[in-house]
């Protein structure tokens, strides 16, 4: 059993493994080589040798437990037809929906699209730096994709006025999106995912009263379907405040924590298996900084079921050495 699965189905406590979010990324100059000479960031996905190789990329220098697949939340929308850019200094844009053209998409032509993706796991699972690790495959949750193929782009604060107003559309692309998450979770799988993630990363921007709608009951469908698969399902429902309600409505095998919630009180009211928190931008900070930070969460779930990792994203500007030093600290522990 790979240390992951020790601590997501044995409930081991003793051994603490570690990956981070956004481990392959800017703030690697190997990445950045890659990234400079391949300016269109689909087509980058679409590499599978490339992609492959950019996933391996953060376990050749550090002494990660799992690599994630190096590629987007939104090559589902990509699949489903839409059309999806990413632009320098602006982030994601995609463009307006057909829905007819999204209600017509057929399973085939939607793999065809993205069967890129799929060998590049199959390689990264055959690689030998991956041997006794996990490989993550992940998904964007229904809601927060859903936001990105209304929205058109990040929403940052807040959603576009009159997000709610056409409710059929929104009714329409949550079912459609339902089906081909889960087509995408499945193909992941086949070809060597051994864990999924769900990002959620616009939980936070909807009030309570419609987490269940939207939130909680399209996530606990997917982890119901991910376990069916026999596959453990790790949630991020970055920026909601009642985590605990969340756990006990979707029951995920993990629960991923952003940086804004207090440990202290999620390691009491949360028996499940917990994840991440560390604030990424403590990494940009001195060496004694970063470790009184990666020692407090350490110390606070020391006797519970814990896969270190951050509460969001490394940042682009973090320098590698910081990230080495950190993997030690846990290591050591
Ligand atoms: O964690 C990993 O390293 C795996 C690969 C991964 C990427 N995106 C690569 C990427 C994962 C898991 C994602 C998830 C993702 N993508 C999320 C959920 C997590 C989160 O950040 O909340 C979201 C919201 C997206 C959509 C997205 N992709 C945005 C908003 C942006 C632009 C912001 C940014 O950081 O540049 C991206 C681009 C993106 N996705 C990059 C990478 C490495 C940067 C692209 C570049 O090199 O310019």
Redesign the pocket.
């Known amino acids: 059993m790979t240390p992951i699965q020790e601590t997501i189905i044995n409930k081991k406590t003793t051994n603490k493994p570690i990956w ?7 703030y690697l100059p190997e ?1 950045r080589e890659i ?1 400079k000479v391949n300016p269109n ?1 689909i087509n ?2 679409l590499n599978e040798n490339l992609s492959s190789e950019i ?1 391996l990329q953060p376990l050749k220098r550090f002494e990660l437990d799992a690599a ?7 090559m589902v929308p990509y699949g489903l037809n839409q059309e999806v850019e ?1 632009k ?1 200094n ?3 844009e995609l463009g307006s929906i057909n829905l007819e053209k999204i209600s017509n998409i057929n399973e085939k032509d939607f793999l065809n699209k993205l069967y890129p993706i799929y060998k590049s796991i199959k390689k990264v699972k055959e690689n030998k730096l991956t041997k006794n690790k996990d490989v993550i495959g ?1 998904v ?1 949750a229904p809601w ?1 994709l859903l936001v ?1 193929m209304i929205n058109k782009h ?1 929403p940052k604060k807040e959603l576009i006025r009159d997000f709610f107003k056409d409710k059929f559309l929104i009714n329409k692309i949550l079912i459609i999106l339902e089906k081909f998450i889960k087509v995408h979770i499945e193909h992941q799988i086949k070809n060597g995912a051994t864990v999924i ?1 769900i ?1 959620d ?2 939980a936070g921007l909807l009030d309570e009263k419609d987490l269940p709608n939207y939130v909680y009951t399209p996530t606990l469908n997917l982890v119901n379907y991910v376990e069916s698969l026999s596959v453990p399902v790790i949630c ?1 429902p ?1 920026g909601i405040k009642n985590y605990k309600k969340f756990c006990e409505f979707v029951k995920p095998d993990v629960i991923s924590i952003d940086y804004d919630i207090d440990p202290i009180f999620i390691s009491k009211e949360i028996q499940i298996p917990v994840q991440g928190g560390l604030n990424p931008k403590i990494l940009l900070a001195d060496k004694e900084s970063l470790k009184k930070e990666v020692l407090k969460y350490l110390d606070i779930f020391k006797d519970h079921p814990y896969i270190f990792n951050l509460g ?3 940042m ?1 500007e973090t320098n590698p050495m910081q990230v080495d030093y950190l993997v030690k600290l846990v290591k050591d522990y």
Do not use: E, N
């Open positions: 981070l979010m956004r481990q392959a990324g800017r990445f990234r960031f980058l996905c996933t994630i697949i190096f590629s987007d939340i939104l990413f320098k602006f982030g994601p992940f964007g927060t990105y990040s993630q990002f990363s616009w991020f970055r969001h994203g490394v682009p």
